[in-house]
């Protein structure tokens, strides 16, 4: 069955609009684990507009405490600066389960592609060697429709996460069975090269079915955005419990 991490990213981005301390991460991320969700995952970017990096150390030990997942996503090649110590230092201080590499630059408003695994091998193969050798497993955000993706199980990688924007918006669009096609087509080749496949970016309790129907053996889904705009009207613990719902119905 498929695995959710929930990505708390937006409910510091609520917090750092106004300082102080609320709407509280730990408090939220407690708040999906309470209601079943398997994982935490945290996005700090090097600005720091949102996850900042006592936030990490805290969700570290609440996701140790409850014996879950914590995924820690980020740019490898960032340097670090002012309030963010770098992907691969959060890392060694914090041994998440699960490291997911993305190639995110300072101006880009979201994650928006994954890597060119042709381009930027060689980069990237030291940097998932440090980030194994710490324990953590290692995804690379990964684009579906970027020939490729199976050279990430030669660069060391463990799993691929298929950059879901496209189908998203494929969904949105009422194209959504070609673009699912297109991305169990990527599943199958990362697969076969031996690679676990996660899955992530601007999925939704209406998108996500659909998704796992088609596209074979997915192990993890984050989720922020949407789950978080969702629990406005619904509550966290609802929420959860709907893409839980989700997940479950499309196995
Ligand atoms: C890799 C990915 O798709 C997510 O981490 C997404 O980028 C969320 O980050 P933001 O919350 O900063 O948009
Ligand atoms: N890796 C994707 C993620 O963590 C959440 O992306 P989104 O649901 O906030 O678009």
Redesign the pocket.
């Known amino acids: 069955m498929t695995v959710l991490s929930v990505?708390v990213?937006?409910i510091a981005v609520l917090r750092n609009s106004r300082g102080g301390a609320e709407p509280d991460v730990v408090r939220a991320a407690r708040a999906c684990l309470d209601a079943g969700a398997h994982g935490i995952?945290v996005?700090p970017?090097p600005d720091a507009r949102?996850i900042r990096a006592d936030d990490v150390y805290a969700l570290a030990e609440l996701t140790r405490a409850y014996g879950v997942e914590f995924n820690i996503?980020g740019n490898p090649f960032a340097p670090p600066r002012e309030g963010y110590p770098g992907l691969l230092t959060l890392c060694e201080r914090t041994r998440p389960a699960q490291a997911?590499l993305?190639p995110?630059g300072d101006d880009q408003l979201?994650?928006d592609h994954g890597f060119d695994f042709i381009r930027d091998a060689e980069p990237l193969r030291p940097r998932i060697a440090e980030l194994r050798a710490l324990g953590c497993r290692v995804s690379v955000?990964a684009d579906a429709d970027r020939a490729g993706i199976e050279l990430a199980a030669a660069l060391g990688a463990d799993r691929v996460?298929l950059?879901t924007g496209p189908y998203a918006e494929a969904y949105a669009d009422g194209r959504a069975e070609s673009a699912v096609a297109a991305f169990a087509a990527a599943a199958r080749r990362a697969q076969a090269a031996g690679l676990g496949v996660n899955a992530?970016?601007d999925l939704s309790q209406a998108n996500l079915g659909a998704f796992l129907r088609g596209v074979p053996n997915v192990l993890e889904v984050?989720i922020?955005?949407a789950l978080i705009g969702e629990a406005l009207y619904e509550g966290l613990d609802a929420t959860v419990r709907g893409y839980l719902r989700v997940i479950a119905e499309a196995a």
């Open positions: 990505n990213n937006k995952t996005h970017r949102h996503e997911t993305v995110d979201t994650s955000f996460e950059y992530g970016h984050s922020g955005h």
